[in-house]
């Protein structure tokens, strides 16, 4: 699975638009972009996912670049209910398995 | 629909005991991966079962065990305890390997 890079911390008013980058440059094409968050010790909560179209559910908006090598998780209105680890995660669907290799992730921190 | 359920919620065991931990997956999901969190390594997973078989496994040593029963819930097993063992171990389940995962709140293991 693709490494993916993302950065270690970010901050967003409350109300505002959260806006989460993430990198993966070596996407191979079979490759799914996962976003996962783990509010403090809770287990992660999935949150949306993609090949590359830009996707759209009740939580959030991924958006993904044309060449894949980068996406965007959006949380367009962000509560303090938000603030959480988010994880962004590239996994092959065609593998077989469902492992899931998390990084470092991003800590995101909603201030009122 | 009940989510993922894992017991006990909190352990404290010594080194050199075995300790079992358990896994319910939602109702109609066959897979279930576990994973070990800890504050050094992160999320890391373990292994991976689907219909009772061990489908994939992560780089743990062989003190680290697990099985799934035919109505798909599932056991890890960790002999012979070390100090390092201490950790939140999730347990996740999903329909398919397309599908996205459904984490459990965890099981926090202290070894003494």
């Known amino acids: 699975d693709a490494k993916t890079t993302q950065p270690p911390s970010m901050d967003c008013a409350e109300g505002r638009a959260a806006n989460l980058p993430c990198n993966h440059s070596?996407?191979?094409?079979?490759?799914?972009v996962y976003w996962y968050r783990q509010i403090h010790s809770q287990g992660p909560q999935y949150i949306i996912h993609?090949?590359?179209n830009n996707e759209t559910n009740e939580m959030a908006s991924l958006i993904i670049t044309e060449d894949r090598k980068s996406s965007t998780l959006i949380l367009p209105h962000a509560t303090l209910r938000d603030t959480a680890v988010y994880y962004c995660i590239a996994k092959d669907n065609n593998q077989g398995a469902q492992k899931l290799v998390f990084g470092q992730g991003t800590r995101l921190t909603i201030n009122p | 629909k009940a989510g993922v359920t894992q017991t006990p919620r909190y352990l404290i065991k010594t080194r050199g005991q075995q300790v079992t931990l358990s896994c319910s997956p939602i109702s109609g999901h066959r897979s279930v991966s576990w994973y070990q969190q800890t504050p050094g390594q992160g999320l890391q997973f373990l292994f991976e079962y689907f219909s009772e078989t061990q489908r994939n496994k992560g780089n743990f040593p062989g003190r680290f065990s697990g099985r799934q029963f035919s109505n798909s819930r599932s056991e890890m097993n960790v002999s012979t305890l070390e100090l390092g063992d201490s950790a939140l171990y999730l347990c996740?389940?999903?329909?398919?390997?397309?599908?996205?995962?459904?984490f459990g709140p965890g099981t926090r293991l202290t070894v003494l």
């Open positions: 070596t996407i191979s094409g079979n490759e799914y």
């Open positions: 996740a389940s999903s329909w398919a390997v397309y599908n996205e995962q459904f």
């Open positions: 993609g090949l590359k």
